[in-house]
Every structure is written in C-alpha cells, then in structure tokens.
C-alpha cells in the first residue's frame, strides 16, 4: 500500500450468545450503539466523516442496506452517505479494508468501518410451498376458490426453512460449516481430545482476560432492550469451570457417528457490533492524533468451499509473498477460531513445508504460529463469532494487544465460509 | 398574495392569477381584500400590522360590509375566504379583547354583533368556501363553520379547534350550535370542553372539513373543488361523510343524548372539581340548544357567554394565558436580534432518575444527550428513567415504537469526560452535595468547549457557593427543573452573582426549547417555589400535630382547588426529602420556617419514607386503594403531655396553609427574587399545581382583598403563632389600599439582588 492508514479509535458491544442477553436488540441498533459510543471517544466532528461502511452477514429485512439504518441511528448527519458490504464471515474486515482502498484513491478522508450481526434475529421463513399457497389464497377471488385453496394446505407447509441453518450452509459444496470442520480433522489427523484442549484453552484465557479488565478498554456496555432494566458490560460466552470432562461429555453436532467437532469445540452463535474510525496516516499527523495503529497491508485469498477452514493460511500467504515477509516477523496474531480443529489445521499448514510446496506455490513454509502470541485472550471459542463483526474486532484488538504488548507487527486473520481467507498486516507505531 | 410562503420552491408556476388584485390600492389598510372573477367572490383576510389573523370587532364590521355587498351582487356564484398570511387562517378572537369585558351585557352585545355577522355569512343565498391552511381557532374556526364548505390544508401548522374554555369562557360567535351540527354531538362536545385542535387529516375524517388537501397543491385543489360545488345541484350540498353507525345511533335519540350528556357531564365534574364553570355552561347550553332553532341557541349562547366573560374564574385564567405569553416572548424579542447559539448535543451529568428524565427532555426534541456518570449501572438508571417515560407514552399512543427507538437513540453513556462529545450544553444533575457538585463542575468546565453553557440542577444549594469552582463562572447558570421534569412545565432559572445576560438569555431559551416555562429567580435558599411551598407544607404540618386529621387537611386542600393535598405532596415528594429541605430552610429564615416537630417523630421510623417505600402518610398497596397509614395514626396520638386536639374550623384548614404561602410569597416579592407578582404566580401555577382558575397566589389575595387578608394574618399571628405576623409589603399594600396587581414589575429579567444567602 502507498500509505498506511490510521486506526484512530475502535470499540465493540459485548458478545452475547444468541437467544441471551441481546436477543431483543437488532442488528442495526447494536450497530448504532456502538458507532455513537465510537463518535464519542473520536477526536472528529460527525460532519468530518466522510462515509460509513458496514459489514453485515444476515442482512435483515428490516433493514435493507443496514449500514445507513446504523449511521442514522447513531446520529450521523443525514449528508454522510452509507453502504453494506457482505464478504461473509469477513464482512467486518472487507468494511475496513474497503475504507482504506478509497482512502487510498482520495475518495473520502475519514470513514467510520465496522461490522454487525444479531444472530439471534435471523429469521424462520416460510417454505416455498407454504409462500405459493398463500399466493394462490389471494389470488382466489370467489368463496368457491378460496375454500378449494383451503382445501389445499397441507401440514407440511409449516416446517419452516432456518435462516441461520440456510447462511451457514455453503450453496457449492452443500456442506454446513461443521462439516468442513470435521474435513479438515480428518485431512490433517486432528482428534477430538486435540480440539477439546484448543478450546478449554480459549475459554481460560478469556475467562482471565474479563478477570483483569483488559476487555474493558474496548467494550462499550449496552443498556439490554426492550425496557432498559439492566446493562451489559462483558461478554456471555466464556465458561469459568469449563474443563475436558464437560467437554468431552458433548456429542458431535455435525457428523453424529463419527465426528469430532461439537458445539464445546466450536464457535458460538452470538450478537454483537464494532467499529473504528479510520483515516489516512498524514491525515491523522495533522490532526495531531496518536491512532491505535495502522493497517499496512491486506490480502484476500480462496481456496475449495470444502476446506474453507484454511482459509488464513492462503491469505496469509499472499500477503506475506507481496511484503517478503515471514511468520517471525509478526509479533502477535489473532486468528479467527471459527472451530478448534479449523485453527489447528492452520498451525499445521503454517508450519508444513510440504502444504506450502504443494498448495502455496512456495519452497518454505511461512513459518510456526506461536500460541504465546496469539489469541492471548481467547477467541471465537469462548468469546463467540457474530459472523458480520468478528472481522472488526480481530483488528481492534489485534492492535490493543500490541499496544498492551508494545510490541510492533501484527496480523489479523480469518478463514471464510465459501472457501476464502482474509488476512490484515497490522503495525501499533 | 396570500400564499407567498407557501408556493413549492420547485416549481415555476407561481400562485394562481388574480389574487389580490382589485381593491388592492384603496383598501391596502383594511384587514378584508374582495375580488370577483367570473362570478367566483374571494376574500382574503390579512389583517394589518398583525403578527396573525385576529377576529376584532373591526374585522367583523369590514366583514358584514363585505357580507352587505355580496348578498347585493346578481353575478356571485360562490365566495371563498382565505388568509393572506402565512402564519394560518385566523388565531381566533382578540383576547385582549375579552379580558376587557367587565359586564354581562357587554360580554352578550359582543357575542350578539359576531353572532350576527357569521349569520349573515351563513344565510348568503351561494356556496361559501372556508380555505384553512394554518391554525384555525376559536373565532376563526366558528366563521369556518358559517361557511357551507372547509378545506383544510394537510400542513402540520393547521389546527382547528375551539379552545375557549381553557380561558374560563365558551364559544361565543355561534360554535356551541354550528360545531355538533357539523360532527355530531360526541365529538362537538370533546373538541369544545377540552380545547385540543385537530390537525387538517383528522378534521377531515371527523366531518369537521369537507376535504383536506396537500398544503402544496392548496390552489390548484380548490379551483377542482370549487368547479364541482358550481357544477352541482345548487341547492344540495356535496355528500358529507355520514358519522358511524353507533353515533347516529346513540346521538340520533333523545334516551342516547341524554345518557351520553349525563356521562360527559359526570366525567367533567369529575376532572374539574366543580372549580371550572365553563366547562359546565358549555355542556348546559349545548344540551339545551341541540334541537332548538339557530335563533334560541344562539341566545343561550351568548348568554351563557355574558355569564362567563366578565367572572373572575375567566380573568385568571386569562391572566395565566398572557403571563405564559410574556413568558415565551421575553426569548423572542432577545432572540429576533441575536439568536442564541444552537443546541446540537447536550451532556448531562450524573445519570440518577432526574439525570435520566432530563436527559429524556433533549431526547424528546432530538438533541444528542451524553449521560456522564461513575459507574454503567448508573448510566443504566438513566437509560431506564428516559425509557419509563417512553413507555407510557407509547401506551397512550403518543409515540410509535419506532419513534420510541430512534428518540432513546439519542441516549449515550461516558465514564470519561473526554467522551461528551463537545456539548453545547451541560446540565449537572449529580447529588445534592455541595463539595460533589463543586468538583464536578470543575471538572467539566475543563472537558468542554469555553462557549458552552454549563447548568447545574439543584433545588437546594446555592448558585454561588457553586459558581466559585469555576474559571468561567459567567457562563453559568443554575436551572431547577421540578421533579418529574417530563411532566412539570415550571423551571427556575437562577442567575448567580457572576451569571452574563447572555447566559441568562440562553437557559431562558434552553428551557423553552425544552418546552418548558421558564421563570428567572435569584440564588435564595429554596429559590422561589420551594421557598414558599415549604411555610404552606410545613403549615400543613402542624395542624396536623395539633390533632387535625390529616385526611380532612388533604381533602379540604384539594377542594380549594390544589391537585393534592399537603400530606399526599409528602408522599409523593418523599418524607425524608421534605424533612431535609425544611431544615435547610429552617436554617435560612429560621425566624418564620420553623420546621414542624412532627418531623422529629418520623425521624425514628426510617421506613416511612411516602411513595417510595409504600408507606407513608397513606398506604400504598398494589392493586389497592390507599388508606391513611396506621402507624402515622399512632405516632400522631402517641405523644403525652400534647395539648387536647384543637378545633380548627374548615375555614382555616383551609387558610393557614395557604396564607403562610401569601406572606411568603409577599416576602420573596418584596426581596426581590422573582421579577413581579405576574411571574411569581405563573411560577406556581406551573410548579405546584396552584390553580389556575384561580389566577396564582397574588391573584388570590388581590381576590380576597389585601385589608382582609392582613387582618387575618394579625388574627392568625394571635391565636396560631407569629409566623403570621403579616410580611411588610402586606402591610404597606394594605394601608394604602393597593393591589399586588397594582405593582410595577421589577424590570423584566433581572429583578435586584436584595436577599444574599446566609
């Protein structure tokens, strides 16, 4: 990239488990909670920004192109333009990322870029054979016809088609996420106890880290709907007395015979917004601001649908190949733990020579990923994965941690139901 | 060209030809303009000089000439009346007007010559169009409804409605005979005993207009409208929505007329204690005259008109009315050369309950509102205090839950002062604790921008002891809203030792913006209202450490006319809250505020605390109707050594609380803390509830006449204490013969500092 672009300030909900504490908030207002409170701590007018830009996965029809909805909500004037992006799991870096491409090209100088996702709110809908037979009830224009179409209904018109199950099924492969979890445990030899410890892992770490605050810095606390009686300052999702024992109690979600993966190994389903402010690095001299960080550099890589975990080891690797840069000169990592087996099988790719001969096109391999300096406090596992958000928050925190760390070079990265990665080059000075 | 402010902007076509031409030249002073085209008669009513449209007795004379000159003409095929201002159609009649009538028969000679004009207008032999495009009040819509035909335009500004008995009189220019012609009996008698208007797509709805059309294609509309009514039968009138079938119904019998009749008549009595005769002479001569001749109604009319104008009831309220007016426009005249600078965020700190209510005030007129506080529970108060308020209005139906979500939208919380987003306004409403309010002011100071206007909420502390931690104190400013501020209309604006004009000019402006009233008072223990509702309560107090039943005090009080009485205001306001503030002021006026020593007894029962713990002096118990409290009962007999429980006639119970209210007031007048009796009675009025028929305190005594009221004071200092001793300006008024009415205001808004704080 030409320049670097300046994280000024970056803030998150909480994360709560689907159907909790968030349940009764939307989308689109959790987003505008967070953006005010985001407006709030920035060191800009509103009427600075040059355009909102959100990432959303669920898109709710209530609230079609939910990143205006979000910008108006928050109190943004109404001349500040908006729009949506959708790069599934990666909506809440694709937000960031596009910000800084019309940096870059002098389209605008402070955008404010986040994601969102109410999970819980994804919706029930009617079959299609349900939706032709309310059609054709309308359409019957006599009482004779519309006793005939009466007559019609059939109680399998009310199974209703789960919108969650539907956005979490890839369309090409045919497989829901889980399955290409269990994929890659079987492709790489990741057993069930290996899984387990990864994820008892996450929960420990975050457990810790909502302990001794560090959360605190980047959490907006949002007032609970509909009637306001309580506020939710940490996130739901992290276990205190998790252990191998419960664990291992649970029974495969995915493949219930033989698999792996259960829902203890897996991310949560859950609500949550973020979003930070961004600006071009001179543009934040000027101003005279201290940012959080900057992004340096990005890449987006796709592989097979089927092995969609892996995601970050191919984005990685194009990002690496276009800095010349190496696993050991990243200080500090957050990849996303969509599934415990998922970020196992990217240690093992990162650090196998043979994958980055045979599927990377390069003669080393990138290099090992060190779990002293990664998902420090926990990840998807024990915090969750709102699929629109996470994105933003890997780069809020990502760049926290080196701050916290003071350390200098940073990457955030995220596998992508479809078969993509995404992976952000992140510096704290 | 009546329309000039109205033309859409886009658009190249200009009003439709032909206005105001004519006359133009010879009668350019004149309120009425009439021209004629292709037998098509328009008037239009600009009255000269005037901010709006008023129906004054010349208006109504150019009108029967122009009537006189119509009724003539062989070519007139139809007349239609609009206005020639922007502002509306006509704001009704002069209230200046009415507040001049002083006898019955002036009152029913000037019902009786509007009467007679509107007639004339109604009898014109050819269709007759009223145009309203803005408000259409009282007068204004009663000449309205001597036109065959209305249309409304659907411009949010146009109100129609008969607001008269808010004002202590009824509908005098033929309204209580043409209005349940026009909607039926239900409705007429909705609109004109509670004066609320309806807007242009509800008046067309309930029948009240013939049409309401889009405020931009007004012109073009009513040359469509006016086509149809000539090209008609010319002796039937357009069809006109036929009311609901249960209305005709129930209002086309005389059993359904006379049961609905008794119940509205119940339910009015109800609401208005008896206190408000107009309400009452409405109902009377709408019941009367429903199936009389146009003759005999109207002459109920205006004599139910004469009875009411010249009373007292009606002078009070009218009194009130212009107070509330000169009110609003102490702002607009300041405002017209140099308009305050714009409220776009605000900040509030300390996110308590009266945090959260104020905070819900910007919110309601969606300006951004940053809650500071310590701690998020605490924020989480506030957001939870401003969405009670939500909730109720959105069960009255006053907000949809989409209007709901985007108003608390505007809510946001802070730890950090950093995060308050540059306000333009901060209002500090953190606990009443001196030392905690200084710091925080001075923190705050430092936070935001060196314009913005820094207010602090208090009702107990001084201004000025305040104002010291600050580098800048002329920007600030003590502003005392009343609790619950989403329904108190009343705040105290108090300027301090170093408060700027500017600033006091900008927390009036605030509080209007608000959509509040504001009252500008001097930095006294109490400021003003509290100050004189604490002899009042504390009055109230004794009589009942005396052994008068405190139910018989709350009941008499409120047949006086208060909306509760002293020991229900207790409750509500909170035992220990009552007890706090009496001490404060105990110490600031000792001589006359001693607190009462049945505060003392309830010291030892720290559960007693009114409301709030369900118990106070009554009981508060869910789905029950409160009783009094055993336990108060008990601690009122308990103490020995008491004196036998005294007589006190109901004349006194009565007159002891509300005299030791008179001579406080007559004390805070006489200090100068409030600029003149007109504001001190609009301050209580709006901040306690003190009746409005009965004009505020001053009022009152000016009603019950200054001699008589001295000498019960001196009666009252003889046989119930000294605090009676009648305050000096009661005196020197006295002697003189002179009325509170009588003073000169201490100029406008700074009245002179006499009382410091001690």
């Known amino acids: ?429 | 060209m009546w329309a000039a402010g109205r033309v859409p902007r886009f658009c190249s076509k200009r009003s439709s030809e032909g206005e105001g031409k004519g006359l133009e030249q010879e009668t350019r002073r004149s309120a009425l303009t009439l021209t004629q085209e292709e037998g098509k008669a328009t008037v239009v009513i600009d009255v000269p000089e005037q901010r709006v449209n008023l129906l004054t007795p010349e208006t109504m004379l150019e009108l029967a000439r122009v009537l006189d000159q119509l009724s003539g003409s062989r070519e007139t095929r139809c007349l239609i009346i609009k206005s020639g201002k922007a502002s509306g159609f006509i704001a009704g009649a002069d209230i200046r007007q009415i507040e001049a009538i002083h006898d019955s028969a002036d009152a029913e000679a000037k019902s009786g010559r509007g009467q007679e004009v509107l007639n004339r207008l109604d009898d014109l032999p050819f269709p007759t169009i009223a145009v309203i495009d803005g408000a259409a009040m009282g007068g204004g819509l009663e000449l309205a409804l001597a036109c065959d035909y209305r249309i409304a335009s659907d411009n949010p500004r146009t109100k129609i409605g008969l607001p008269e008995t808010g004002l202590g009189i009824i509908p005098g220019f033929g309204g209580t005979y043409r209005l349940p012609r026009t909607v039926g009996l239900t409705r007429a008698l909705q609109m004109i005993l509670s004066g609320t208007p309806v807007d242009g797509q509800r008046a067309a709805k309930i029948g009240l207009v013939d049409a309401c059309f889009p405020a931009e294609f007004l012109n073009d509309r009513i040359e469509t409208f006016v086509a149809r009514v000539l090209d008609g039968p010319p002796d039937r009138r357009l069809s006109r929505r036929r009311p609901p079938l249960g209305v005709r119904l129930l209002e086309g019998n005389p059993i359904g007329r006379t049961l609905l009749l008794a119940r509205v008549r119940r339910e009015t009595l109800k609401r208005t204690g008896g206190h408000y005769p107009a309400q009452i002479e409405a109902l009377k001569v709408v019941r009367r005259s429903i199936r009389s001749s146009r003759e005999r109604a109207l002459r109920l009319e205006r004599q139910a008109f004469g009875r009411l104008a010249p009373g007292e009831v009606s002078k009070n309220l009218v009194g009130i009315f212009f107070s509330r007016e000169a009110a609003k426009r102490l702002r607009e005249e300041s405002n017209a050369s140099r308009p305050p600078a714009p409220v776009r965020r605000s900040a509030v700190l300390g996110a308590g309950v009266m945090g959260g209510k104020i905070a819900w005030l910007f919110t309601k007129f969606d300006v951004p509102v940053v809650m500071k506080d310590i701690a998020w529970t605490a924020i989480q108060k506030g957001y939870l205090a401003a969405h009670e308020v939500y909730r109720e209005l959105e069960k009255r139906r006053r907000y949809d839950k989409r209007e709901v979500n985007l108003k608390m939208h505007h809510l946001s919380g802070t730890l950090e002062y950093s995060g308050l987003m540059k306000p333009d306004v901060v209002v500090e409403a953190v606990v009443e604790k001196l030392a905690v309010k200084k710091q925080v002011l001075a923190e705050v100071e430092a936070a935001v921008s060196d314009d913005a206007l820094i207010v602090t909420n208090t009702s107990s502390l001084s201004v000025n002891d305040m104002a010291e931690s600050l580098r800048r104190p002329e920007r600030f400013a003590g502003m005392h809203f009343f609790n619950p501020p989403n329904r108190m209309p009343l705040v105290e604006v108090v300027p301090g030792s170093k408060t700027s004009e500017e600033t006091v000019r900008r927390a009036v402006s605030l509080a209007l913006l608000l959509g509040k009233t504001p009252v500008v008072v001097q930095d006294c223990p109490g400021f003003l209202v509290n100050r004189l509702l604490l002899p009042y309560l504390n009055e109230a107090a004794l009589m009942a450490g005396e052994g008068v039943d405190y139910q018989r005090i709350d009941r008499l009080i409120e047949g006086y006319g208060m909306p509760m009485g002293p020991f229900t205001l207790f409750d509500e306001i909170g035992i220990d809250v009552a007890i706090e503030v009496s001490q404060v002021l105990e110490g600031a006026y000792s001589d006359h505020m001693k607190a009462a020593p049945l505060f003392a007894g309830f010291r030892e029962h720290d559960d007693l605390l009114g409301k709030k713990s369900s118990k106070g002096f009554y009981l508060y118990e869910k789905d029950k109707k409160r009783r009094p409290n055993p336990e108060v009962l008990a601690l009122l007999k308990a103490g020995d050594g008491k004196p036998a429980p005294r007589n006190v006639p109901d004349e006194d119970v009565i007159h002891r609380p509300v005299l030791a209210l008179l001579n406080e007031a007559a004390r805070a007048l006489d200090d100068g803390v409030v600029g003149s009796a007109r504001e001190l009675d609009l301050a209580l009025v709006f901040g306690i509830g003190f009746p409005p028929f009965r004009g505020g305190i001053l009022r009152y005594a000016d009603h019950l006449g200054l001699a008589n009221v001295k000498s019960t004071l001196e009666r009252y200092a003889a046989s119930y204490g000294e605090r009676f001793r009648p305050a000096p300006l009661i005196e020197r008024l006295a002697v003189g013969g002179e009325r509170f009415s009588d003073l000169a205001a201490v100029d406008g808004e700074a009245p002179k500092r006499k009382t410091t704080r001690k």
């Open chain 1, 1 to 429: 990239m030409k320049e670097r672009i300046a994280v000024v300030e970056g803030i998150r909900s909480p994360m709560a488990k689907a159907g909790t504490a968030l349940k009764e908030t939307q989308a689109d207002d959790l987003g505008a909670l967070v953006v005010r409170a985001l407006l709030g701590r920035a060191p800009v007018d509103p009427t600075e920004v040059d355009e909102v830009i959100i990432g959303n996965v669920a898109q709710p029809a209530h609230a079609a192109n939910i990143a205006r909805v979000v910008a108006l909500k928050a109190g943004l004037p109404q001349s500040v333009p908006a729009y949506t992006v959708h790069r599934n799991c990666a909506s809440g870096m694709e937000s960031i990322t596009s910000a800084a491409n019309k940096i870059l090209l002098g389209q605008g100088k402070i955008f404010i870029a986040g994601g969102v996702e109410s999970m819980s709110n994804i919706p029930l809908m009617f079959n299609r054979e349900y939706s032709a037979f309310m059609n054709r009830l309308m359409r019957a224009k006599t009482p004779g016809q519309r006793l005939k179409t009466l007559l019609g209904f059939r109680p399998r018109m009310l199974r209703p088609e789960i919108g969650l199950e539907l956005g979490l099924t890839d369309p090409i492969s045919g497989m829901i996420m889980g399955r290409t979890a269990e994929q890659l445990s079987r492709e790489f030899h990741i057993d069930r106890e290996e899984q387990d410890e990864f994820a008892l892992l996450s929960h420990r770490r975050a457990v810790a880290a909502q302990k001794d605050g560090t959360f605190a810095e980047e959490i907006v606390p949002i007032p609970i709907y509909p009637d306001f009686s309580q506020i939710l300052e940490l996130d739901i999702g992290p276990r205190e007395n998790q252990s191998m024992e419960m664990l291992a109690k649970l029974k495969p979600y995915f493949d219930r015979r033989n698999g792996t993966v259960t829902v203890g190994n897996s991310s949560q389903v859950t609500d949550g917004a973020a979003a930070c402010l961004l600006m071009s690095e001179r543009e934040a001299r000027e101003r005279q601001i201290e940012p959080l960080g900057y992004l340096t550099d990005f890449a987006y890589a796709s592989l097979e649908p089927e092995r969609m975990g892996l995601g970050p080891v191919y984005a990685t690797s194009k990002l690496f190949r276009r800095g010349k840069l190496a696993m050991k000169d990243v200080d500090y990592v957050e990849i996303n733990e969509a599934f415990a087996a998922q970020v196992v099988a990217c240690e093992r790719a990162f650090s196998s020579k043979e994958f980055a001969q045979e599927f990377l096109g390069r003669e080393t391999k990138l290099g090992d990923l060190d779990r002293d300096r990664m998902n420090a406090h926990g990840g998807a596992i024990a915090l969750g994965h709102p699929v629109g958000m996470t994105g933003t928050r890997l780069v809020i925190h990502t760049l926290r941690e080196l701050r916290r760390r003071k350390k200098e070079t940073g990457l955030a990265t995220l596998c992508v139901g479809g078969g993509q990665g995404a992976s952000l080059l992140l510096e704290a000075v």
